[in-house]
């Protein structure tokens, strides 16, 4: 009758036995990267996402590498995390675009118009900067806390000192001001 052998005990043994020199992970990394790297590059058309796809496998191989008991199959192992990450990523990926007959858009985005011009709007935009900087100081103070701001009556009347009454009667006459500024004509 045979008595059955152990494997691990027979592989501690042999390990024990014969210790194989084990690399750094960063020497590892120094000598094989430009290998991994064209592995990668040949696994996706996009030589970033080649990097992206190689850091992510070696990563991988970081977390395991006090698990590799054979350091000289380590190329092996990276190769595999690389199929496996871009075979992940390929499953993951959603398509955004597909062709169809119509457009998907509805009828009504298209019936207000087209779209204001950035250089108008800026242009809008300075005027009423230009308009709110000839208001009184308290004024501007008020108009740029509550609508640039965007803070509430109460809190602008905290924030200096006033009462809400003050805040409310001071941006009533800012912005009486600023509807009678001619620059902003084009805006009523």
């Known amino acids: 009758m045979t008595t059955p052998v152990c494997t691990s005990a027979t592989k501690a043994a042999t390990r024990a036995a014969t210790p194989t020199p084990c690399p750094s992970f960063s020497t590892y990394v120094r000598a094989r990267g430009p ?16 990097e992206d796809l190689l850091q992510t496998a070696l990563t991988k191989t970081y977390v395991a590498w006090d698990r590799i008991e054979d350091h000289r199959a380590v190329d092996g192992y990276v190769r595999r995390a690389l199929i496996n990450t871009r075979t992940s990523q390929w499953r993951k990926r959603k398509v955004d675009e597909y062709a169809t007959d119509e457009l998907p858009e509805p009828a009504a985005a298209f019936a207000t118009g087209p779209a204001a011009d950035p250089a108008e709007q800026q242009a809008l935009r300075d005027a009423m900067w230009r308009a709110v900087m ?34 409310k009667s001071a941006v009533s006459r800012a912005l009486g001001k600023l509807r009678d500024d001619p620059e902003l004509a084009p805006v009523r």
């Open 134 to 167: 000839k208001l009184p100081d308290r004024q501007r103070a008020m108009v740029v806390l509550r609508y640039y701001e965007d803070l509430s009556e109460v809190r602008t009347a905290e924030v200096l000192g006033v009462s809400v009454g003050t805040v």
């Open 35 to 50: 290998v991994l790297l064209r592995t990668a590059r040949s696994l996706t058309a996009n030589p970033c996402d080649a």
